[in-house]
T-cell receptor, first 113, second 113 residues
C-alpha cells in the first residue's frame, strides 16, 4: 500500500539538533523529498535525495536514507525558532507512472527559545 | 524565478455550489497535479494531467471533480456540487519533462459553508 509515516510531534530547544524521521513503502521511488509548511502557508521544498545516495548535506540540513529499511531522516543542525513548522517527507513512486507525490503525515516541530 | 500561481487564495462557497480553482503552472512544464490538504491532515494526491488528459486520479477524485486546461496557461479544478467535506487547501503543482521535482503553488483555501 501507499503509506508514508512520520512521528507527529517533535520539540527541541533552540540551538539543539532536530531529527525528523520518516518511513516509506515504495522502493521504486527515485527521489525522496522534504517539505516545510509554515502556519497557513504553502509547501516549501527544503531538500531532496536521490535513491542511490545514503546521505546528502545542504547547509544546516542533513538527509539520511536507509533504503533497506525504507527509512528517511532529516537532521536540522542548530535549530532556530524560525524552523518551527510542519515537515513533510514525500516519496514519488516510479511505479505510478505519473510520479505523483505521496506525502507523509507530517511532523510538527516546535522550537523552544 | 518562475513560479506556480493559484487564484483565488481563499474561496468561500455554499454547499451545493460549483467552484473553479485556477492555477497557472510554470510555462514550459508539461505535467500538472492537484493535491488537497484538509485542515490538520496530510497532503493527498487528487489527480495528474498530461497531454490534455487525466493520467492518474485518486479515490477522492470522484465524478464531482473535473480538471481542464482551457488554454495554454491555465489549469483548473472544478468541483461541481461542493460538500462540507470539500473544505480544504488545494495545491496545484507542475513539473517539466525529464525532472521528477514538482513545483507547488501557494494553495487555495476552500471553505464550504
Amino acid at each position: 500500500g501507499e503509506d508514508v509515516e512520520q512521528s507527529l510531534f517533535l520539540s527541541v530547544r533552540e540551538g539543539d539538533s532536530s531529527v525528523i524521521n520518516c518511513t516509506y513503502t515504495d522502493s521504486s521511488s527515485t527521489y525522496l523529498y522534504w517539505y516545510k509548511q509554515e502556519p497557513g502557508a504553502g509547501l516549501q521544498l527544503l531538500t531532496y535525495i536521490f535513491s542511490n545516495m545514503d546521505m546528502k548535506q545542504d547547509q544546516r540540513l542533513t538527509v539520511l536514507l536507509n533504503k533497506k529499511d525504507k527509512h528517511l531522516s532529516l537532521r536540522i543542525a542548530d535549530t532556530q525558532t524560525g524552523d518551527s513548522a510542519i515537515y513533510f517527507c514525500a516519496e514519488s513512486p516510479t511505479t505510478s507512472g505519473t510520479y505523483k507525490y505521496i506525502f507523509g503525515t507530517g511532523t510538527r516541530l516546535k522550537v523552544l527559545a | 524565478e518562475p513560479e506556480v500561481t493559484q487564484t483565488p487564495s481563499h474561496q468561500v462557497t455554499q454547499m451545493g455550489q460549483e467552484v473553479i480553482l485556477r492555477c497557472v503552472p510554470i510555462s514550459n512544464h508539461l505535467y500538472f497535479y492537484w493535491y488537497r490538504q484538509i485542515l490538520g491532515q496530510k497532503v493527498e494526491f487528487l489527480v495528474s494531467f498530461y497531454n490534455n488528459e487525466i493520467s492518474e486520479k485518486s479515490e477522492i477524485f470522484d465524478d464531482q471533480f473535473s480538471v481542464e486546461r482551457p488554454d495554454g496557461s491555465n489549469f483548473t479544478l472544478k468541483i461541481r456540487s461542493t460538500k462540507l467535506e470539500d473544505s480544504a487547501m488545494y495545491f496545484c503543482a507542475s513539473r517539466t519533462q525529464g525532472s521528477y521535482e514538482q513545483y507547488f503553488g501557494p494553495g487555495t483555501r476552500l471553505t464550504v459553508t
